[in-house]
């Protein structure tokens, strides 16, 4: 089966610092997404990623970055924690199938509370 | 961009009833249709999905429509048990060269009473 690891479940940060969700999945999937789940909104892509160093901006990527230096992470930087970015946090891989129409494989999510 | 509808909100049902969600999508682009299921500190799975070609998509107790004309999509439950209580996802995307960018409707919670 198919694993998707976040580091953390829970994060309690404060305003101002800089935070670090790290995703590591293990079955070579070259696809890799970030997204953020409010209730009410669904799930809201952040960035995605296609390739080892490359980056695609999703839907709200604002006061977000990504870095992918290994195909297997992909890390969320909030470069200055802010109390609207608390929220659940789904890290996503996936891998191209027929059609390019491919099934997202989840972690369990990291829940960010800024103080 | 794409947005997607999901109604309702929040859905209870007595045990052995059926369920339904709907969703409304905008882009009439759009050709791919799944639908995640996500229990209690889990992440989402994906459970159905349908492609714009076929109109209905069965498997065992859980179906999907899909009228592109109308551009909406639901998801039906039927014999509902606990387990089926859980929040679900609709989703709608447009076939890609490469990644699969999906947008997500905002979610049911279903709560299945014994």
């Known amino acids: 089966d198919v694993k998707v690891t976040q580091s953390s479940r829970y994060l309690v940060k404060r305003t101002g610092e800089k935070v670090f969700l790290e995703c590591v999945q293990d079955?070579?999937?070259?696809?890799m997404f970030w997204y953020r789940q409010d209730p009410g909104l669904g799930l809201r892509l952040i960035y995605f990623?296609?390739?080892?160093?490359?980056?695609e901006k999703g839907d709200i990527p604002e006061g977000y970055s990504v870095s992918r230096e290994k195909k297997e992470r992909f890390s969320l930087i909030l470069e200055s924690a802010s109390t609207n970015q608390t929220s659940m946090y789904l890290c996503a891989s996936s891998s191209p199938g027929q059609g390019a129409l491919e099934k997202l494989f989840f972690g369990s999510g990291t829940q960010l509370s800024v103080l | 961009g794409e947005n997607v509808e999901q109604h309702p909100s929040t859905l209870s049902v007595q045990e052995g009833d059926s369920a339904v969600i709907k969703c409304t999508y905008s882009d009439s682009a759009s050709n791919y249709f799944p639908w995640y299921k996500q229990e209690l500190g889990k992440g989402p799975q994906l459970i159905i999905d349908i492609r714009s070609n076929v109109g209905e998509k069965k498997d065992q107790r859980i179906a999907v429509t899909l009228n592109k004309t109308a551009k909406h999509f639901s998801l039906h439950i039927t014999e509902t048990q606990p387990e089926d209580s859980a929040v679900y996802f609709c989703?709608?995307?447009?076939?890609?060269?490469?990644?699969?960018?999906?947008?997500f409707g905002g979610g049911t919670r279903v709560l299945v009473k014994p």
């Open positions: 990623s296609y390739d080892v160093k490359m980056k």
């Open positions: 989703a709608a995307s447009k076939r890609k060269a490469a990644g699969n960018k999906l947008t």
């Open positions: 079955m070579d999937h070259e696809n």
